[in-house]
């Protein structure tokens, strides 16, 4: 069964600053399907990035952005130029055709100003 | 475009009587799914449905059924519903069921058993 990990129950950044947040998965599967979802205590699930296996190219949405290693399954999403608003919960998922999107234990965000 | 509904926000209920969530698609997604977030077991599968029928089953138990309408709104039913019920219920839309379609979250229904 596919299995999503993330090594840091929490995480604290200073306002303006970079942060990491890590993620590992393990699955036999080629062909499948990597989000990051963001969780601010409103508690509605926000998708902040996707990546499809098959792109070499990481993916980049603004601020945040993701270094995709396939063969380490390994997929980190980097956050620039931190915000308040952006503290939350952030959830790492996968999906592929066959299995539906099982997520990760999260990683709780502080922004500090 | 409107996003993923749910209804109701909150519910409390007591142990032994049973519960239906609602949830509506985003217009024009077929799919939905139901996910079940506690804090010690996270977010977890409960099933998928598209055009009525359910394409994907999580491990709950038989307590747990949902079903899908012909205009894509889902339903999902708790019964004799146990202590450890109380959770966190999330839908997600999506159009279809490519590994391609993204899913889009509605904000919850938060039940507490008593």
């Known amino acids: 069964a596919q299995t999503v990990t993330q090594s840091q129950p929490e995480m604290s950044v200073q306002e303006a600053e970079t942060v990491t947040l890590s993620c590992t998965y393990d699955t036999s599967e080629s062909d499948y399907y990597l989000f990051w979802y963001k969780q601010p205590p409103s508690r509605q699930m926000i998708l902040v990035i996707r990546q499809e296996a098959y792109k070499q190219q990481n993916a980049t949405e603004n601020r945040f952005s993701v270094n995709f290693q396939k063969a380490a399954k390994s997929f980190s999403l980097k956050i620039s130029d931190s915000q308040l608003g952006d503290a939350a919960m952030y959830f790492c998922?996968?999906?592929?055709?066959?299995?539906?999107?099982?997520f990760g234990k999260g990683t709780r965000l502080s922004v500090i100003a | 475009k409107a996003g993923v509904t749910q209804t109701p926000r909150y519910l409390i209920k007591t142990r032994g009587q049973q519960v239906t969530l609602s949830c509506s698609p985003i217009?024009?997604?077929?799919?939905v799914s139901w996910y079940q977030q506690t804090p010690g077991q996270g977010l977890q599968f409960l099933f998928e449905y598209f055009s009525e029928t359910q394409r994907n089953k999580g491990n709950f138990p038989g307590r747990f059924s949902g079903r899908q309408f012909s205009n894509s709104r889902s339903e999902m039913n708790v019964s004799t519903l146990e202590l450890g019920d109380s959770a966190l219920y999330l839908c997600a839309s999506r159009k279809g069921l490519a590994g391609a379609d993204t899913q889009y979250f509605g904000p919850g229904t938060r039940l507490t058993v008593l």
């Open positions: 217009s024009g997604h077929r799919s």
């Open positions: 998922a996968y999906r592929s055709f066959r299995t539906p999107l099982v």
